[in-house]
C-alpha cells in the first residue's frame, strides 16, 4: 500500500470518529430532506385546492376542465440543491480546513514527516480521504432525498431521472471536494491557521452568498413581487424583444454571476434535473448543449483547488513555526 | 464599575489587533457602499425597462418605482446585515471570550476583584462600542450615497428612518454576538465555537423561514420577508416559526423603517421579537457560570 493510501485510510478513520462532523454533515442532511418535504407538501396544498376548484366548477355545471398541476419529482429537489451550495460549501471548508489545523495544533506533522514520505503523499492522502467522505457524504443525502421524494412526494421515477439524480450528485462532489482541498491548501500556505480560516470564510460569503445575491438584486424582473413583466402584463416575446434593448445591462450582470462557482454548480444542476423550466423534460443532450460550459467550469475549479493543494501542502510550508 | 470599564477598553484594543473581524468589517462597509449604486443602477434599468415599454404600447401600468422613498435605494443594506453583519457579529462573540481562554489569561484576570457578570459586561460593552462605530460610519456612507443619487440631502424624517434602521440593526447584530459569545465560552474548540453559532444562524436564516412559506434559501437572500404559503398546514407552521426566526423578523422592522412597500406585517410584533432575542441573549451569557468561563480549550 503506498503511503498516500496509508494517510487516506488514517485520515477516514479520523473522520468516522468525529463526532462533531458527523453530527454537522446530519445537520445538512435533515436541512435538504426538510427542504423536499415542504416543497412535495407545497405540490400536495396546489393540488387540493386544484381539486376543490375542479368540484365547484362541475357542481357549478361548468364542462371546462382547467390543466392539473403537474408534479415533475426531481423540481422538488431545488430547495436541498441550494442548501448544498450554501451550506454544503461551508461545512467541506471546515472539513478540508480541519484535516491540516488538526496536525499542526497537535504537532503531529513533525511525526508525520519523520517517516520517508513522498513529497505529495500527504495532500494526496488527504485529498483522496477527502474524496472519499464526500463520496459517502453525497450518496447519502441523493439517496434520502430520493427516498423523500418518493415516499412523501407519491412520486415515481423513470430511468432517466435516476441519470440526472446521478449526474447531479456527481457534479455536487466535485463542488464540495473544491471547497475542502481549498480550503486543505490555505490551511497548509498560511502561517497562521486563523488566516486561512479568515481568508476561506471571506470566500465562501463573497462567491456563494454576496455575487448570487448582487446578480439576482440586478435582474429587472426580481425587482417587483410576482415578477416585473408579469406586473405590466407583458407577454413573454415582448419581454425578450424589450429586454434585448438592455443587453449591456444584462451582460454585466451576467457576468458577475458567472464570476461565482456557485453559480456554475446551480445552473449546472439546475438544468439536468429539470429545475429550469427551459430543461424541464427534455433529453440529456439538450441539457448538456446548453450547460456544458457550466460543467466545465467547475470541472477547472476542483481541479485548481486540488492543484493548489497539492503544490502547497509541502514540507517546508507545514514545518514552519505555527504561529 | 471601573473593572467594567478596564475590560471593555481592553476589549476595544483586541478588536483592533484582531484579523477577522476587520477583513469582515472591510467586507461589509464596501458592501453597503455598493448597495446604494446597485439600488440605483437597478431602479434606473426598471424605470428604462418600463419607459420603453410604454413608448411600445406595452402596458398601462404605471411605474413600479415612481413615489418610493429615496431610503428604496438602502434596501439591500438590510441582507449586507444578515449575510455579511450577522457573521461578523458571531466571530467577534466567539474571538471575545474565545481570546482569554486560548491565552489561559483568564485565570489572572478573575483573580482580581472582578465577578463574572463584571467580566463579561465589560466584554460586552467593548463589542456593543466598536459594533455602534462601524454601524455609525456605514449609516453616515448609506446617507451620503442616497443624497448623491437623489441630488440633495435627506430630509429630517428620512434621516430619523435610516437611524432608527441602524438602531435596530445594533440590537439585532448584538443577538448574534451574544450567540457568538456564549458558544466561545462553552465549546472546546475554536472551530466548534465558530461552527455552531453559524448552525444556528442558518436555521435562523434558511431552515425557519422555508418550513412556514415553503421559500427556497436562496430566495431568502432578500431584504423582504418571505410570505406564507396559503393554505395546508403552512399557516400553522408560519405562525409557530416565523417569530423564532430572528433574521426575518429584522427584516420586517427594517423594511417597515426604510419604507419599502413591499414590507407589509406588524412592525412592533417584529421589532419587540429583535429586542427579545437580545435580551434572551444577555440574559444566558450574564448567567454563565465561574468554573465554565475558565474552561480549558481541547485544540
Same mark, same amino acid.
Given at each position: 500500500?503506498?503511503?498516500?493510501?496509508?494517510?487516506?485510510?488514517?485520515e477516514?478513520?479520523?473522520?468516522?470518529?468525529?463526532?462533531?462532523?458527523i !453530527?454537522?454533515?446530519?445537520?445538512?442532511?435533515?436541512?435538504?430532506?426538510?427542504?423536499?418535504?415542504?416543497?412535495?407538501?407545497?405540490?400536495?396544498?396546489?393540488?387540493?385546492?386544484?381539486?376543490?376548484?375542479?368540484?365547484?366548477?362541475?357542481?357549478?355545471?361548468?364542462?371546462?376542465?382547467?390543466?392539473?398541476?403537474?408534479?415533475?419529482?426531481?423540481?422538488?429537489?431545488?430547495?436541498?440543491?441550494?442548501?448544498?451550495?450554501?451550506?454544503?460549501?461551508?461545512?467541506?471548508?471546515?472539513?478540508?480546513?480541519?484535516?491540516?489545523?488538526?496536525?499542526?495544533?497537535?504537532?503531529?506533522?513533525?511525526?508525520?514527516?519523520?517517516?520517508?514520505i513522498?513529497?505529495?503523499?500527504?495532500?494526496?492522502?488527504?485529498?483522496? !480521504?477527502?474524496?472519499?467522505?464526500?463520496?459517502?457524504?453525497?450518496a447519502?443525502?441523493?439517496?434520502?432525498?430520493?427516498?423523500?421524494?418518493?415516499?412523501?412526494?407519491?412520486?415515481?421515477?423513470?430511468?432517466?431521472?435516476?441519470?440526472?439524480?446521478?449526474?447531479?450528485?456527481?457534479?455536487?462532489?466535485?463542488?464540495?471536494?473544491?471547497?475542502? !482541498?481549498?480550503?486543505?491548501?490555505? !490551511?497548509?500556505?498560511?502561517?497562521?491557521l486563523?488566516?486561512?480560516?479568515?481568508?476561506?470564510?471571506?470566500?465562501?460569503?463573497?462567491?456563494?452568498?454576496?455575487?448570487?445575491?448582487?446578480?439576482?438584486?440586478?435582474?429587472?424582473?426580481?425587482?417587483?413581487?410576482?415578477?416585473?413583466?408579469?406586473?405590466?402584463?407583458?407577454?413573454?416575446?415582448?419581454?425578450?424583444?424589450?429586454?434585448?434593448?438592455f443587453?449591456?445591462?444584462?451582460?454585466?450582470?451576467?457576468?458577475?454571476?458567472?464570476?461565482?462557482?456557485?453559480?456554475?454548480?446551480?445552473?449546472?444542476?439546475f438544468a439536468?434535473?429539470?429545475?429550469?423550466?427551459?430543461?424541464?423534460?427534455?433529453?440529456?443532450?439538450?441539457?448538456?448543449?446548453?450547460?456544458?460550459?457550466?460543467?466545465?467550469?467547475?470541472?477547472?475549479?476542483?481541479?485548481?483547488a486540488?492543484?493548489?493543494?497539492?503544490?502547497?501542502?509541502?514540507?517546508?510550508?507545514?514545518?514552519?513555526?505555527?504561529? | 464599575m471601573?473593572?467594567?470599564?478596564?475590560?471593555s477598553?481592553?476589549?476595544?484594543?483586541?478588536l483592533?489587533?484582531?484579523?477577522?473581524?476587520?477583513?469582515?468589517?472591510?467586507?461589509?462597509?464596501?458592501?453597503?457602499?455598493?448597495?446604494? @449604486?446597485?439600488g440605483?443602477?437597478?431602479?434606473?434599468?426598471?424605470?428604462?425597462?418600463?419607459?420603453?415599454?410604454?413608448?411600445?404600447?406595452?402596458?398601462?401600468?404605471?411605474?413600479?418605482?415612481?413615489?418610493?422613498?429615496?431610503?428604496?435605494?438602502?434596501?439591500?443594506?438590510?441582507?449586507?446585515?444578515?449575510?455579511?453583519?450577522?457573521?461578523?457579529?458571531?466571530v467577534?462573540?466567539?474571538?471575545?471570550?474565545?481570546?482569554?481562554?486560548?491565552?489561559?489569561?483568564?485565570?489572572?484576570?478573575?483573580?482580581?476583584?472582578?465577578?463574572?457578570?463584571?467580566?463579561?459586561?465589560?466584554?460586552?460593552?467593548?463589542?456593543?462600542?466598536?459594533?455602534?462605530?462601524?454601524?455609525?460610519?456605514?449609516?453616515?456612507?448609506?446617507?451620503?450615497?442616497?443624497?448623491?443619487?437623489?441630488?440633495k440631502?435627506?430630509?429630517?424624517?428620512?434621516?430619523?428612518?435610516?437611524?432608527?434602521?441602524?438602531?435596530?440593526a445594533?440590537?439585532?447584530?448584538?443577538?448574534?454576538?451574544?450567540?457568538?459569545?456564549?458558544?466561545?465560552?462553552?465549546?472546546?474548540?475554536?472551530?466548534?465555537?465558530?461552527?455552531?453559532?453559524?448552525?444556528?444562524?442558518?436555521?435562523?436564516?434558511?431552515?425557519?423561514?422555508?418550513?412556514g412559506?415553503?421559500?427556497?434559501?436562496?430566495?431568502?437572500?432578500?431584504?423582504?420577508?418571505?410570505?406564507?404559503?396559503?393554505?395546508?398546514?403552512?399557516?400553522?407552521?408560519?405562525?409557530?416559526?416565523?417569530?423564532?426566526?430572528?433574521?426575518e423578523?429584522?427584516?420586517?422592522?427594517?423594511?417597515?423603517?426604510?419604507?419599502?412597500?413591499?414590507?407589509?406585517?406588524?412592525?412592533?410584533?417584529?421589532?419587540?421579537?429583535?429586542?427579545?432575542a437580545?435580551?434572551l441573549?444577555?440574559?444566558?451569557?450574564?448567567?454563565?457560570?465561574?468554573?465554565?468561563?475558565?474552561?480549558? @480549550?481541547?485544540?
Open positions: 500500500m503506498t503511503n498516500s493510501m496509508i494517510i487516506a485510510q488514517k477516514l478513520l479520523d473522520l468516522r470518529r468525529n463526532n462533531f462532523l !453530527a454537522v454533515l446530519g445537520f445538512v442532511l435533515i436541512a435538504v430532506v426538510i427542504s423536499v418535504v415542504v416543497s412535495a407538501t407545497q405540490f400536495g396544498v396546489k393540488l387540493d385546492a386544484y381539486n376543490i376548484y375542479l368540484q365547484a366548477l362541475k357542481s357549478s355545471g361548468n364542462t371546462t376542465v382547467p390543466a392539473a398541476p403537474q408534479l415533475y419529482p426531481l423540481q422538488l429537489l431545488r430547495g436541498s440543491v441550494e442548501y448544498l451550495e450554501i451550506l454544503g460549501a461551508l461545512f467541506a471548508i471546515v472539513m478540508g480546513y480541519g484535516l491540516i489545523a488538526k496536525e499542526k495544533q497537535r504537532a503531529t506533522i513533525q511525526l508525520l514527516y519523520s517517516r520517508p513522498g513529497r505529495s503523499a500527504l495532500p494526496a492522502g488527504k485529498i483522496i !480521504a477527502i474524496a472519499v467522505a464526500w463520496l459517502v457524504a453525497v447519502t443525502i441523493f439517496l434520502a432525498v430520493t427516498l423523500t421524494v418518493a415516499i412523501v412526494g407519491h412520486a415515481s421515477f423513470t430511468a432517466i431521472d435516476y441519470q440526472r439524480l446521478g449526474i447531479s450528485a456527481f457534479i455536487t462532489w466535485l463542488y464540495l471536494i473544491m471547497w475542502s !482541498a481549498l480550503a486543505l491548501g490555505l !490551511a497548509s500556505w498560511t502561517t497562521r486563523s488566516t486561512a480560516l479568515i481568508i476561506a470564510l471571506v470566500l465562501w460569503l463573497t462567491v456563494v452568498l454576496i455575487i448570487p445575491q448582487m446578480g439576482d438584486t440586478m435582474d429587472p424582473d426580481n425587482q417587483v413581487p410576482g415578477g416585473l413583466f408579469k406586473s405590466l402584463g407583458i407577454a413573454k416575446p415582448d419581454e425578450l424583444a424589450v429586454l434585448a434593448q443587453s449591456g445591462f444584462d451582460t454585466a450582470r451576467n457576468g458577475l454571476e458567472v464570476s461565482s462557482i456557485t453559480k456554475h454548480y446551480e445552473r449546472f444542476t439536468f434535473l429539470g429545475i429550469k423550466d427551459q430543461f424541464n423534460q427534455q433529453p440529456l443532450g439538450l441539457a448538456w448543449a446548453g450547460v456544458w460550459n457550466n460543467a466545465l467550469s467547475v470541472w477547472f475549479a476542483v481541479f485548481g486540488i492543484g493548489f493543494a497539492l503544490l502547497v501542502t509541502t514540507r517546508k510550508k507545514l514545518l514552519r513555526r505555527t504561529q | 471601573t473593572s467594567i470599564l478596564a475590560i477598553k481592553h476589549e476595544l484594543l483586541s483592533r489587533r484582531e484579523k477577522l473581524p476587520l477583513v469582515l468589517l472591510v467586507v461589509f462597509v464596501v458592501m453597503v457602499s455598493v448597495s446604494g @449604486l446597485i440605483w443602477l437597478t431602479n434606473t434599468t426598471v424605470s428604462n425597462v418600463w419607459n420603453k415599454s410604454t413608448q411600445a404600447g406595452l402596458t398601462n401600468a404605471s411605474n413600479p418605482f415612481e413615489n418610493v422613498s429615496p431610503l428604496y435605494y438602502s434596501r439591500n443594506t438590510v441582507i449586507y446585515l444578515v449575510l455579511i453583519g450577522a457573521l461578523m457579529a458571531i467577534l462573540g466567539v474571538t471575545s471570550t474565545m481570546r482569554d481562554r486560548k491565552a489561559r489569561t483568564l485565570d489572572l484576570v478573575l483573580s482580581r476583584p472582578l465577578s463574572v457578570v463584571e467580566y463579561l459586561l465589560g466584554k460586552t460593552i467593548g463589542v456593543a462600542i466598536w459594533l455602534m462605530a462601524v454601524l455609525a460610519t456605514v449609516g453616515c456612507i448609506s446617507w451620503a450615497s442616497v443624497a448623491i443619487i437623489i441630488g440631502p435627506l430630509g429630517v424624517q428620512d434621516t430619523t428612518r435610516l437611524a432608527g434602521f441602524y438602531g435596530i445594533l440590537v439585532f447584530l448584538m443577538a448574534f454576538v451574544f450567540l457568538g459569545m456564549i458558544s466561545g465560552i462553552y465549546a472546546s474548540r475554536e472551530t466548534t465555537a465558530l461552527l455552531i453559532p453559524i448552525s444556528v444562524w442558518s436555521i435562523t436564516a434558511f431552515v425557519l423561514p422555508q418550513i412559506t415553503s421559500a427556497n434559501p436562496v430566495s431568502l437572500l432578500n431584504p423582504v420577508p418571505s410570505v406564507a404559503f396559503p393554505g395546508g398546514a403552512f399557516d400553522a407552521l408560519n405562525t409557530l416559526f416565523r417569530p423564532l426566526s430572528v433574521t423578523q429584522f427584516k420586517g422592522a427594517s423594511g417597515w423603517l426604510l419604507s419599502n412597500p413591499e414590507v407589509t406585517g406588524y412592525f412592533i410584533a417584529s421589532i419587540s421579537i429583535v429586542f427579545i437580545t435580551a441573549g444577555l440574559l444566558t451569557l450574564l448567567l454563565t457560570r465561574r468554573d465554565r468561563i475558565r474552561g480549558a @480549550l481541547n485544540d
